[in-house]
């Protein structure tokens, strides 16, 4: 289908982006790697009245390391953060995930920052961000803020950005025991389930793709784990959830899938 008209606005600067949708009557969204949103317009279920095209500002790319975080800037594509060295040995779940989007033409379009901003309860990488216990930062209007992941997520394509706010980096904390494990049903299908795990001694953080309307933590399974019991902590993982039921699985397997993956990436981030 195509979509309905709209404007298209590409600003040099983040406050020329902020500034932009003042000067549209209804709807501007921003457009990054145009990987989620240009879809959902074609079919109509997006229907903006103007794009501001944030890919030609410069400052909102590239990888910083600290000694203890990593910042990557909002519009570093899947594929950047896939073949970083930095975040390999810092964060390999967020290199690992990355890797995992999609295939190489969705990796080199799609941005960290869409991701995160598209809020998908399907997509990889609000989970591995909420487990990591990320931080967005935002700039709009009323100035910088910035938004820890648990309060970023709030329903189905649903972030607790303002219409207005444009999401410039995220920062994620240094977790070398850490791993994602989805279940899908092709290669480079869309997780049915995902579980990414972020070991931190005797505890962890677990995060869940696709049982919810968005990412949840597995909050039943992190009690339950004391640092080496993997399956029975595991065990835990649907515990207090009612994952929904669709074409590509019941909420029972999604249950099931939760179990098996969260055993799956605690092994693979205490082996690590
Ligand atoms: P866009 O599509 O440009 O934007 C998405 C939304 O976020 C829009 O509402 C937009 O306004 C908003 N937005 C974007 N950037 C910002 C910003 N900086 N600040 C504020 N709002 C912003 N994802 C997975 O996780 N796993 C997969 O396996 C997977 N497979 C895919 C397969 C295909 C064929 C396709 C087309 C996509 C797939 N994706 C997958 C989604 C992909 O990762 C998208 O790139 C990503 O979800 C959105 O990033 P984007 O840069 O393309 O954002």
């Not at 189905?156 to 950005?161: G, V, W």
């Not at 899908?184 to 997780?191: E, H, K, L, S, Y």
Request: contains cysteine; proline residues 5%.
């Amino acid at each position: 289908m195509i979509p309905q008209a709209f404007d298209y606005e590409q600003p040099e600067s983040v406050a020329d982006a902020i500034a932009m949708p003042g000067k549209h009557r209804g709807e501007a969204r921003v457009l990054a790697g145009g990987h989620s949103l240009v879809p959902l317009m074609k079919l109509r279920l997006a229907a903006p009245d103007a794009l501001i095209d944030i890919g030609g500002i410069a400052s909102l790319r590239g990888i910083t390391d600290t000694p203890d975080a990593i910042t990557i800037g909002a519009l570093t594509t899947h594929a950047q953060v896939a073949s970083s060295e930095v975040i390999a040995a810092g964060c390999p779940i967020l290199a690992e995930t990355a890797a995992g989007i999609g295939d190489i033409q969705v990796r080199n379009r799609g941005t960290i920052g869409g991701s995160i901003a598209n809020a998908d309860p399907h997509g990889d990488l609000p989970a591995v961000f909420l487990a990591l216990e990320g931080e967005a930062t935002a700039e709009g209007p009323n100035g910088e803020r910035t938004i820890a992941a648990a309060d970023l997520f709030v329903d189905y394509l649903q972030t607790s950005l303002s219409q207005d706010e444009i999401v410039t980096s995220v920062r994620v904390p240094k977790a070398a025991r850490s791993a994602y494990v989805k279940f899908n049903r092709r290669a480079q299908d869309w997780a049915i389930v995902g579980a990414a795990v972020v070991v931190d001694g005797s505890s962890a953080r677990i995060a869940l793709t696709g049982v919810a309307s968005r990412p949840v933590r597995a909050t039943a399974a992190e009690a339950a784990f004391t640092g080496s019991n993997a399956a029975e902590a595991a065990g835990h993982a649907a515990d207090g959830l009612d994952p929904p039921s669709d074409t590509a699985a019941s909420g029972e397997y999604r249950a099931h899938l939760a179990r098996v993956l969260v055993r799956r990436a605690l092994e693979a981030a205490m082996a690590r």
